[in-house]
């Protein structure tokens, strides 16, 4: 079983990767190539000397974070868009344990004894000008800090992830996938627990990634007839469109995907019944599309959380990061037996 696991947290971390030339994070002087190669990339996307040490502080404040409380750490980096304003994306991804508690990470308060990222992250969110966060716990934690040549509307996203209590590893998960003027992110749950589960959903994931810029109810489909033969599972997938100020919207079976206002109202999306690769969806499958703009923020959730998130009455958590929205839905929502995977979107 352990090797499994082994199998499935390398796959993980080497999507969390993909499109980059990782640099293992071994020692002090790691580190110090990691630093000098953000400046690098800073350089080559026109950025100025400021942004080009605010990039290279980020490489520094999460490669010590792995050196000290992550296994397997690695930083990647590359060019990124949005809406046409060029900058740099830095990947900090590594096999750790997660971030045992986000909301004292983010705020940068000390951490007690055990394992996840340190009091740097807090300086990471200050320093970056945008920051999503991806953690699994049991498996690792990626971060990805963004640094722009001029300003942009903040976009953030943050993953947040478990297995049930019996479970080697997670049946659910996710991903998001950003280009120029676009977010998209899904949300993905295997049939059952366990690796069988965590494979068919892994599959279906792949789908997102290499046909993502596809029509939504095309890429279910083409998920649909990938999953024939495994276990099944169900996914969601929303596309946020940042000049537009929209989300569409698509699912099939029982995930839950809602807009929040500021006050922590909302508009829920419908899902088809359905289980990919096992039954056909028992209506036509239809996108949604719904206004989306700051300060309203986006959840999806597996089944693992109860759909009856109430987040009326919330508004000061609301204005924090992602992560720490998704840290409140687990600790209040979650199912005690179950797996779960929850997206926040801002």
């Known amino acids: 079983m352990g090797s499994l696991l082994s199998v499935t947290v390398e796959r993980l971390v080497d999507r969390w990767l993909?499109?980059?030339?990782?640099?293992?994070?071994?020692?002090?002087?790691?580190?110090?190539?990691?630093?000098?190669?953000?400046?690098?990339?800073?350089?080559?996307?026109?950025?100025?000397?400021?942004?080009?040490?605010r990039l290279a502080f980020v490489a520094s404040e999460l490669g010590h974070n792995q050196r000290k409380h992550?296994?397997?750490?690695?930083?990647?980096?590359?060019?990124?868009?949005?809406?046409?304003?060029?900058?740099?994306e830095l990947v900090a991804a590594d096999r750790g344990a997660g971030i045992a508690d986000p909301a004292r990470a983010l705020e940068g308060l000390p951490r007690p004894a055990g394992p996840g990222l340190g009091v740097g992250l807090s300086a990471v969110l200050r320093q970056a000008?945008?920051?999503?966060?991806?953690?699994?716990?049991?498996?690792?934690?990626?971060?990805?800090?963004?640094?722009?040549?001029?300003?942009?509307?903040?976009?953030?996203v943050a993953i947040?992830?478990?297995?049930?209590?019996?479970?080697?590893?997670?049946?659910?998960?996710?991903?998001?996938v950003r280009?120029?003027?676009?977010?998209?992110?899904?949300?993905?749950?295997?049939?059952?627990?366990g690796p069988a589960a965590r494979e068919a959903a892994t599959r279906a994931l792949a789908v997102v990634h290499e046909d993502g810029h596809l029509p939504l109810?095309?890429?279910?489909?083409?998920?649909?007839?990938?999953?024939i033969g495994t276990r099944g599972a169900v996914m969601a997938l929303g596309r946020l469109d940042l000049a537009a100020a929209t989300i569409t919207h698509a699912a099939m079976g029982n995930l839950t995907t809602r807009v929040h206002g500021a006050d922590g109202g909302f508009r829920a999306f419908v899902s088809a019944a359905g289980t990919l690769g096992v039954t056909r969806p028992g209506r036509r499958l239809l996108a949604e599309v719904a206004p989306f703009a700051p300060p309203q923020i986006?959840?999806?959730?597996s089944d693992g959380i109860v759909s009856r998130i109430d987040l009326t009455g919330e508004g000061p958590l609301l204005r924090?990061?992602?992560?720490?929205?998704?840290?409140?839905?687990?600790?209040?929502?979650?199912?005690?037996?179950?797996?779960?995977?929850?997206?926040?979107?801002?």
């Open 217 to 227: 109810e095309e890429v279910i489909a083409r998920a649909d007839r990938e999953l």
């Open 320 to 346: 924090r990061h992602p992560l720490v929205i998704a840290q409140h839905v687990v600790a209040r929502f979650a199912r005690g037996n179950d797996d779960a995977i929850v997206i926040v979107v801002r």
């Open 70 to 88: 992550a296994m397997g750490g690695a930083i990647g980096l590359w060019a990124v868009t949005r809406l046409g304003v060029p900058g740099v």
């Open 179 to 193: 280009t120029d003027g676009a977010l998209l992110i899904a949300a993905v749950d295997g049939l059952g627990h």
């Open 298 to 301: 986006v959840t999806m959730v």
């Open 18 to 53: 993909t499109g980059t030339a990782p640099l293992p994070i071994l020692d002090e002087a790691s580190v110090a190539v990691a630093c000098d190669a953000a400046r690098a990339a800073g350089a080559d996307a026109g950025l100025d000397a400021t942004a080009r040490e």
């Open 129 to 156: 000008d945008e920051v999503d966060v991806d953690v699994r716990w049991g498996e690792g934690t990626c971060v990805r800090a963004r640094v722009f040549a001029a300003p942009v509307a903040r976009s953030e």
């Open 160 to 176: 947040l992830g478990r297995a049930g209590p019996d479970d080697p590893v997670s049946g659910d998960t996710a991903t998001a």
